[in-house]
């Protein structure tokens, strides 16, 4: 891995677009359909060593691409982000360097043949607590963490030659914040509903882009139903839809964003409630265990909740039948008693 150099002004590798050497278009004018074959046997170059044939078209342009020309298309997209800013979109495919190693830790993404580096401190919101710990640990545990995420960057500098670029994505994550969260019509508002880009998670909840801010969703609005773990249920690099809640504007710039996953869809109990009634039996799974009592998951995505068995704790996972002692249609509540348990083979 190359050494990257951080100050834009003074380093060589991150070069203008117009220093940068693109590829020679091998196959520009395509073979026009009016030509003789004898013409075209002429005027096409032999394949040998080093060379390439020139592709013949179905229509008057050639619509398939060659290798060549998806490798230039690539370094023209690079070119054109670092020119314009343009946001290009990736996924973190690998983390490289960091602590025990002599270069710092460097999120990558791929794009064709390209590499696309985005050093730590470009690509994630430093903490403010680094808990006893050095940034460079820290932002290389976050960076790691944020493997298989789909995130937004803009090209700093490109080395052509090399098929390397360098990238922020920090610096993607502004540009979006202005877009989004400006004070137009078309912007975030409380209580949008909006999609949102998982980019870690933890077992207490997830972290996920939301239009260039990085915000944490906990499991109490992951989902209506008891959560032990998210991991079970989300990754990185996935699109969920989310629900603004609050969003809090410190200083121009500066934006602070709360949202949450369950909220943004039907309540499943509002709606589930409606199948069950006093006082008859059904079954369900135990999903969670604590000391308030035995949560028995329930069709319809709601939990039933039982105080223990006279048998002991039944373990996660069991098929117990539930009698429903009670439900409150204004609480979104329903509990009962166990009655039978199906222990898990």
Known sequence: ??????????????????????????????????????????????SSAGTRPRVIPI??????????????NDLLDLLESQRSKRILTGTIQGVEGGPGSNSRSVAVIYRGDYKILIPAELAVVPPEDYGGRTPAEVLHQMITRRLGAEVDYIVKGVEA???????????????????YYSTGRDGVREGSCAEARVVSVI??????????????????????????????????GQRILVRVLEIMRKRPGEVDVTASVKQAGENPYEKALRKYSVGNRYVGTVSLVNT???????????????????????????????????????????????????MPR
């Open 292 to 342: 308030t009592g035995v949560f028995v998951a329930l069709d319809g995505g709601i939990d039933c909740l039982c105080n223990y068995p006279k048998r002991g704790r039944p373990p996660r996972g069991a098929r117990a039948t539930v009698k429903i002692l009670g439900i409150n249609q204004k609480t979104n509540r329903i509990w009962g008693a166990i009655t039978h348990i199906a």
């Open 59 to 72: 229509d008057l342009r050639r619509t398939v691409q060659t290798d060549a020309d998806k490798d230039r």
């Open 1 to 46: 891995m190359p050494n990257i150099p951080f100050d834009t002004k003074k380093s060589s590798f991150l070069q203008t677009d117009s220093e940068a050497s693109i590829p020679a278009q091998t196959e520009a004018d395509d073979i026009p359909p009016s030509a003789s074959p004898q013409a075209q046997s002429e005027s096409a170059p032999q």
């Open 203 to 236: 077992r207490a909840g997830i972290f996920i882009d939301l239009f260039g801010i990085e915000t944490f969703v906990p499991l109490s609005e992951l989902s209506y139903q008891r959560m032990m773990d998210a991991a079970t249920v989300f990754q990185p």
């Open 161 to 179: 030659e090399e098929h390397l670029a360098v990238a922020s994505r920090l610096e993607a994550m502004r540009a979006k914040r202005s877009q």
